[in-house]
């Protein structure tokens, strides 16, 4: 299932294509929980077919913590100030300040990345089934000869 994703193209100046994107590498490391996911952008489905050199490649990975999003901040954090008074004659100079923590919100900088447990859970009957087929396939080889699957 390719994506189409919008790209500079390399081969003209200020030029943007759609390209054909595609996963070409997943690896998962069920010990560690690490994920790889590996796509190359081509210009077209044909260039992708012919071979031809990826226009990019993009690296996705997830690991056993997840990463938040990263969002714009609409307001810094404001740090707790206690009231200030004049020492000799006890008259306010400044008002207590409350603390106030920053406020975030659109757009999103940076998305959100799930942990490898969560990338698990929020595709699970996929991963079932993947993992069915992965094992079903390993009983057909000589070095599983006389294996079950339990």
């Known amino acids: 299932m390719p994506i189409s994703l919008q790209i500079a193209d390399p081969t003209a100046a200020a030029s943007v294509i759609a390209g054909y994107c595609w996963l070409s590498h997943l ?8 994920a790889r996911f590996v796509y190359l952008v081509h210009r077209d489905e044909a260039a992708s077919y ?3 050199q990826p226009l990019a490649t993009i690296e996705l990975n997830v690991g056993p913590e997840g990463k938040p999003a990263v969002l714009t901040m609409i307001t810094p954090e404001v740090p707790y ?3 200030q008074y004049e020492p000799i004659t ?8 409350p603390y106030q923590p920053p406020t975030y919100g659109e757009p999103v900088l ?17 991963y ?3 993992k069915t087929a992965v094992y079903a396939f ?3 080889q000589p070095q599983f ?3 079950t699957i339990v």
Do not use: C
Request: hydrophobic share 45%; proline share 8%.
């Open 81 to 83: 100030q206690p009231a």
């Open 138 to 140: 390993a009983l057909t």
């Open 128 to 130: 079932q089934a993947l």
């Open 110 to 126: 940076v998305p959100a990345v799930p942990s490898f447990q969560e990338l698990i859970m929020q595709n699970i009957e996929t």
């Open 145 to 147: 000869a006389g294996g």
């Open 27 to 34: 690896s998962f490391d069920f010990l560690n929980q690490t």
């Open 50 to 52: 012919a071979n031809k």
């Open 90 to 97: 006890g008259n306010l100079i400044s008002p207590e300040v």
